[in-house]
């Protein structure tokens, strides 16, 4: 079946929105019609490099009667009042994590997501990575049994610039919040929180009161247990791995290499390249997907789309997580 692809308007046009710009111009589905930044330079740049009309003001995309879709980019603080603004103007949107960095103005939200009928999906772009999701099939068809533990171990090549860390919230509801989310994919019911932060290495952590270390516990309500392992920094490059460990087997989900190339000599076998660098290397593929995952969602057709629910779901796990770290106990959850 032949459809007119989607325009789309674009809102932000930082780092990821040009990930996000890159992946709309890609799809045969979707075409970018409008892009927005108050920093009109970069919605030019990327008007230029990509199509659609720049502006500085999104309220322009909403009233323009151009776009079937909207792609939310911009800084987290901006996250509820675009999702709602789309929702008012019977817009379909994409919206990057987190909702907020505050739970009570995404709670306050929440009506008006689960009333609208207009659907509202969320970043969490892992979920689309082809390996993690082969896992994740793996373990509902029962090849390894009943699942008894995952590890998530996701590490970053560096630390973020101090400025980043001031105004993210925080290790858990910044990079964590992506982990929270893949532990859900595989057991949605979590119940229970625990986690310990250091700071070990990075000023701007140490300066705004932040973790650049972290290791969090999870319990699910079937009793399996979730151990995320956290860092700021990687030497060996973007370290993104998964273990699903199930009484019949284990599935083992390793890093991404930046080559396949390997060298052997006299003074060592097989030697091999440093992992992905970075995080746009590594998801590309899986940007893409969640971007075609969407583009069915906002058709009304069927979508595997991460919804507003789980974004408050890692929001919620974040959050706890920050307290089990501060105040050293356990945390009881309820995500419902």
């Keep these: 079946m032949t459809h007119t692809p989607l325009r789309f308007g674009l809102i932000g046009t930082g780092r990821i929105g040009q990930v996000h710009a890159a992946s709309i111009a890609a799809d045969p589905d979707a075409v970018l019609s409008w892009v927005a930044d108050p920093f009109v330079d970069g919605a030019q740049r990327v008007a230029a490099t990509y199509g659609g009309t720049a502006t500085d003001n ?18 987290t603080a901006t996250h509820v009042d675009l999702i709602a603004q789309a929702i008012d103007a019977g817009i379909p949107v994409l919206c990057e994590k987190p909702i907020d960095l505050d739970i009570a103005r995404v709670d306050a939200l929440r009506p008006k997501v689960a009333a ?39 590490r970053d090549p560096s630390a973020p610039p101090a400025s980043y860390v001031g ?46 270390t972290a290791v969090t516990t999870l319990r699910a309500a079937s009793g399996a247990i979730v151990t995320i392992v956290n860092s700021r920094h990687s030497s060996v490059g973007y370290d993104q791995r998964i273990e699903a460990f199930g009484g019949r087997g284990v599935l083992h989900v390793a890093n991404a290499p930046s080559s396949l190339v390997s060298l052997s000599t006299a003074d060592a076998v097989e030697a091999k390249p440093p992992y992905e660098q970075f995080f746009l290397e590594r998801y590309a593929v899986a940007y893409a997907a969640e971007l075609r995952e969407f583009i069915k969602l906002a058709r009304g057709e069927a979508s595997t789309s991460p919804t507003f629910e789980d974004g408050r779901a890692a929001l919620v796990l974040a959050d706890a997580a920050q307290r089990s770290a501060t105040e050293r106990v356990i945390v009881p959850v309820a995500l419902g």
């Design 58 to 75: 999104a309220d322009e995309i909403f009233a323009s009667g151009a776009v079937d879709a909207v792609l939310v980019a911009s800084p």
């Design 167 to 212: 105004v993210s919230g925080g290790i858990f509801r910044d990079m964590t919040i992506h982990d929270f989310d893949m532990a859900r994919f595989f057991l949605p019911e979590i119940v229970e929180v625990s986690a310990v932060g250091t700071t070990t290495f990075d000023d701007g952590a140490r300066e705004h009161g932040d973790f650049d």
């Design 116 to 154: 609208a009928g207009v659907p509202v999906a969320l970043g969490f772009n892992r979920r689309f990575d082809p390996s993690f999701a082969s896992a994740r099939a793996r373990v509902a068809a029962g090849e390894i049994g009943a699942l008894e533990q995952l590890t998530i171990i996701s």
